[in-house]
């Protein structure tokens, strides 16, 4: 797509206060075909040394990562390389990746980080990015010559297949601060060893239920894409997913759901909602991880109990609504820990495999000289055993 063509795009998004109001235009009736191609395409490539082939193993390292969009570029890949725990995986999962934006250095990042680690790359955008984003990000020199944001995959062998699954819109993002077009869509992609795997980010400003529509959309697409492998007489082994699932159990995106946590914060033991945050499984306030356990996968065993991100209360947007004396009472009364109230919002699910070594949170790179605000994920699985080939 030329360059020309999608900067004057975007100008003219600029110009619709709604996402209604722009589907009802002149300008979408013309435009928006090429628009939505745009983001529902998988971007896709080989390094140009990769890493050579080695023997079959017995065990995969899979590394799930929401990345916060690359900004921190070569921290990421330093700690790619160099962690212990992280380096030499097989398949990374990343959340938060930009491809042409300002915060990133106008980078793509999946490409040039697949590059740096010797790795095949998929990426499917999200979102157009209509400005340059929140907080600090407005500050970042130039501007977005690409401007998409979505998820990717990085893997030691190119994938036999790939697939978007778009998700259930839970909010609007051209109607807020940070405009934006698009909606969540989730990549997977099929291993030549003979399981599935993939990336997903669910909505952090909508409601549990909404998430839980999301989960339900994703596991759908895993379904049919399991289908068609069978159908072309490469039957799948297994599933892995992983993303950032935003399980932190509340309702966001309105004032009224702004209000109602707010006295959730007020009335619930701060021992108690710190554990409904750590351990949001539990209360049955996140139904998406009730439809992971009525499709059969599995958290419990992939998963330890590691936090993997924090939430500082001041930082809320809901508390735009609120007295600044109720915003310092409140961070005083859930935040006696200095990073904030302790999440766990990232998740590997998994379906017919199993785990044989790691599966841990990197809880150390969690702090304020990291490279994203979350904490990667790490898991060791066996290989699945060679799928049978048609007669």
């Not at 690409?146 to 993002?173: I, N, W």
């Not at 919002?345 to 495999?353: A, Q, R």
Request: glycine letters at 8%; a neutral charge; charged letters at 25%.
């Amino acid at each position: 797509m030329p360059d020309a063509w999608l900067r004057d795009a975007k100008r003219e998004l600029l110009r619709f206060r709604t996402g209604e109001e722009l589907r009802a235009s002149g300008f979408w009736r013309s435009q928006g075909a090429e628009i939505e191609k745009l983001l529902a395409t998988v971007q896709d490539g080989s390094p140009p040394q990769p890493i050579p082939p080695t023997a079959r193993r017995e065990t995969l390292r899979i590394v799930h990562w929401n990345i916060l969009k690359g900004i921190e570029f070569e921290s990421i890949v330093r700690v790619l390389r160099e962690h212990d725990m992280l380096r030499d995986a097989d398949v990374i999962l990343l959340n938060e990746v930009d491809v042409g934006t300002a915060r990133a250095a106008n980078r793509h990042v999946a490409a040039e980080l697949a590059e740096a680690l010797g790795l095949h790359w998929a990426f499917v955008p999200s979102y157009l990015e209509l400005t340059q984003g929140p907080g600090a990000d407005v500050d970042a020199p130039g501007e977005n010559e690409v401007g998409l944001h979505g998820v990717a995959c990085l893997t030691r062998e190119p994938p036999v297949a790939l697939s978007a699954v778009p998700l259930p819109d839970s909010f609007d993002y051209f109607a807020h601060a940070e405009k934006r077009l698009g909606r969540r869509t989730a990549l997977l992609a099929v291993h030549p060893d003979g399981f599935v795997f993939g990336a997903a980010h669910l909505e952090v400003r909508g409601t549990p239920r909404g998430r839980a529509k999301q989960m339900a959309a994703l596991l759908d697409g895993v379904e049919r894409l399991c289908a068609r492998q069978a159908e072309a007489g490469q039957p799948v082994q297994g599933v892995v997913l992983a993303g950032d699932l935003n399980t932190h159990t509340f309702p966001r995106g309105s004032a009224a759901r702004a209000l109602r946590g707010f006295f959730r914060l007020l009335l619930t033991p701060p021992g108690m909602l710190k554990r409904q945050l750590r351990e949001p499984w539990r209360a049955n306030r996140e139904p998406a991880f009730a439809e992971l356990r009525r499709r059969g996968y599995d958290l419990t065993a992939l998963n330890d109990d590691g936090l993997t991100a924090w939430a500082c209360v001041a930082a809320f947007e809901e508390c735009d609504w609120l007295p600044r004396g109720t915003r310092r009472w409140l961070a005083r009364r859930l935040e006696p820990e200095p990073g904030g109230i302790p999440l766990r919002l990232d998740w590997f699910m998994g379906k017919n495999v199993e785990r044989c070594g790691e599966a841990c949170t990197v809880v150390e790179l969690l702090n304020a000289q990291g490279p994203s605000d979350h904490a990667p994920l790490v898991l060791e699985i066996a290989m699945p055993p060679v799928p049978p080939t048609r007669a």
